[in-house]
């Protein structure tokens, strides 16, 4: 089919709605927000009736189970996303600000101004809180969103979504300023991702093949939100019981998100080696090793596979394996790891300042666990997720992702 | 033919010696940077034998007189581009920065670090100055440098690319910091914007053609540097003085470059609508205008085609309309614009602060010349170039442009 009208009408309309949203005054924009959390929760039953919708669908399709819990909404979840909403409604509103304001020898000055990138598109797989806090993101950062999630979710989605046109209208906001994309046919989002005269960023949330896919066809700038195979360094110098405490709870206190750590490496004069393996074991850690760390707990550690070290296995494993010190540590890691959340503990000072000098991750941590990679615990509030690109955001990004700084110049008649 | 070997080996030679760059000590960059200028001046004259070859094959070809004339190294030039090196050493070096440190109620200091993006790739044509500025700032950013020059300039450039390689192994650093390919095929081109296993960043430099196929080969972030169609708007309450200096100025002091201005808007109400023509035409400026600006010096402005208000004349032609007010202004400028820089010459507070924080181009001046957009002039130093994208980098781009942050935690045994 060709959707060139229709994606020319989608494109437009956010183009449209982009330039009054960023000029959104930020009462108008909190009272807008909190008008929908409350509309949200009010729409409660709606939302789960449609979403039982999905449910039957996915149930018939086969869906695994994990796929299926993902997708299922419940009252106390609706209420959780309309906390959410109002969480964003909250936090500071990035767009205006200008920073680093100086005068140069011509006389102007010169400073930069935080301004929203303009149109966000947004693929996504499953997860429906995904479709309202990416709007009420998108809102609080002065932008139009164009949303597009997968087919497993649509009716939920679309409930989802008269929630949000329904605040807009009410608020006297042009409705193009979010727009779903309902249709999800294959084609549709190819022509969708060379658009990028109307559209700023695209944002895939979702497995593996969804992120490819949009990294190769778009035209458009994208930022990726990929796996995390994170890691724990213990170092010679650690105290053994916050490597303890930091690997257990890095790997094991949930262990089925990104920011979990998946490898353990551990320098060969550290000499807790048993306790700390003992400790993971304890909490339901199967680990996989190199031969050196098997010799420690004989008969308790599996031999690691060489494919263990590229394994995101977001469950109750981990793999381990024995270094001869910090630069074999992070050899292992440049080659291994996915630039996500790496840790070291140590009381080692030259270590620590090495450590997060030189791992090239979106966030490394000296002595604390990587499951603190997240929006709420750095301080940003509800995140867009956590980009594993370098490029503009790098690793927790919030509202203030969706912005961009342009220069300001203010003059008095100067001229070259 | 299948480059696949050969680029192999130059992303993972790049890749290993960006490692090493990322941490080279400030003072010795500095060195290095130095002695590179020092290397070229002392081989000026191998290098103006070798681009004459290269002048004499663009002879052969017929290029057009301004493209030769870019080709060109003198002397003159060469030391220009020397001390453009020296000026790079002794800017503020960007790596390491810590910036926004804040402590977490969990206990956790979170701030981000500036580190390099990584392997930076270039792809330009013809100004050969390009090759020495992008070495410099890429060394000065702890970055490693893939460049790809054009054909045209390819004996220029493999005598620069000596003189960097000298440099770099007197110093004792990796010479896969900066690597020149010197094949030019079309297919090579293609494969290599595929290994964003590799490369951190694309940067096309050149025509719309070679921006337009990066951006649609390239799996990599691309960073465009697109053309600059730049207005100026004359408010009613400009002061006249004011407006037919920063006029002049924006279009005629060098009016081949990006950042001057190629459309005129002039508010209906500004009373001294034909002694700022006048200036401009007295200048050598053809003005192009719509039917009610011709009406203001009858005879003396040609009428304007509508392609006039979409082309980058690069020239001393300019397009004039006469608008009703800034709202018209803005929509003009956001309909025919490219994003680069626009100016607004007013005595109005209101419209001064709608038009710096409405205008979606990576420069806003009020009251200031749009020639300005410049990294020097913005205190940056050298640049990159000037991003018309609105992610990572946007409008001038110096060696903070090749930087990144990333989260650098500092706990004591937190978990959570």
């Known amino acids: 089919m060709d959707y060139t009208k229709y994606i020319d ?9 982009s330039r009054a949203a960023a ?8 009272e807008l927000l909190k008008n929908m959390a409350d ?17 039957v669908e996915a149930e018939k399709n086969g869906l ?12 106390e979840r609706i209420s959780g996303m309309a906390a959410s909403i109002r969480e964003i409604a909250a936090q500071d509103d990035p767009v205006g600000r200008i920073e680093g304001m100086t005068v140069r020898p011509s006389g102007i000055r010169v400073g930069r101004m935080r301004v929203p990138v303009g149109v966000v598109a947004v693929i996504y797989e499953s997860r429906p809180n995904v479709t309202t806090d990416i709007a009420a993101l998108c809102i609080k950062s002065g932008n139009a969103a164009i949303l597009r999630g997968g087919k497993e979710a649509i009716h939920t989605n679309t409930a989802l979504y008269s929630v949000i046109s329904e605040s807009l209208k009410e608020d006297g906001a042009d409705t193009g300023t979010v727009v779903l994309i309902t249709k999800t046919d294959r084609e549709l989002l190819t022509s969708l991702l060379k658009r990028s005269d109307s559209i700023d960023i695209v944002i895939p949330r979702g497995g593996p093949g969804l992120i490819q896919r949009v990294t190769e066809e778009s ?11 994170c890691s724990v360094f213990v170092d010679s110098s650690a105290s053994p019981e916050m490597a303890e405490k930091i690997a257990v709870n890095s790997k094991a206190q949930r262990p089925g998100v990104c920011n979990a750590a998946e490898t353990l490496l551990v320098h060969r004069e550290y000499s807790e080696k048993a306790s700390l393996f003992q400790a993971l074991i304890i909490k339901g850690v199967e680990l996989r090793g190199c031969a050196e760390a098997c010799s420690v707990l ?18 109750l494993v ?9 630069d074999e540590a992070m050899d292992h890691i440049s080659k291994h790891g996915s630039g996500h959340s790496e840790a070291i503990v140590t009381e080692n000072y030259s270590a620590a300042e090495r450590f997060l000098r030189e ?3 979106a966030a490394v941590f000296v002595n604390a666990s990587t499951r603190f990679h997240d929006g709420g615990e750095f301080g940003l509030g509800a995140e867009v997720g956590i980009s594993t690109q370098k490029l503009h955001a790098r690793g927790a990004m919030g509202a203030e992702g969706l912005t961009t700084l342009k220069y300001v110049v203010y003059g008095n008649g100067e001229v070259r």
């Open 298 to 315: 004989p008969g308790s550690i599996k031999e690691a596979s060489p494919e263990d070290y590229d394994t995101e296995f977001l469950g």
């Open 219 to 229: 035209t458009i700038p994208v930022i990726k939100h990929d796996k995390g195979l």
């Open 23 to 30: 000029s959104m005054s930020i009462s108008r924009k909190i």
């Open 318 to 326: 981990m793999a381990v394996r024995i270094v001869g010190g910090i």
């Open 9 to 17: 009408e989608v494109c437009s309309g956010a183009k449209k709605a």
């Open 359 to 361: 791992v090239d991750s």
């Open 64 to 75: 695994s189970a994990a796929m299926v819990d993902r997708l299922r909404l419940t009252p």
């Open 39 to 55: 509309r949200l929760e009010k729409n409660s039953g709606q939302v789960v009736k449609e979403n039982l919708k999905d449910l």
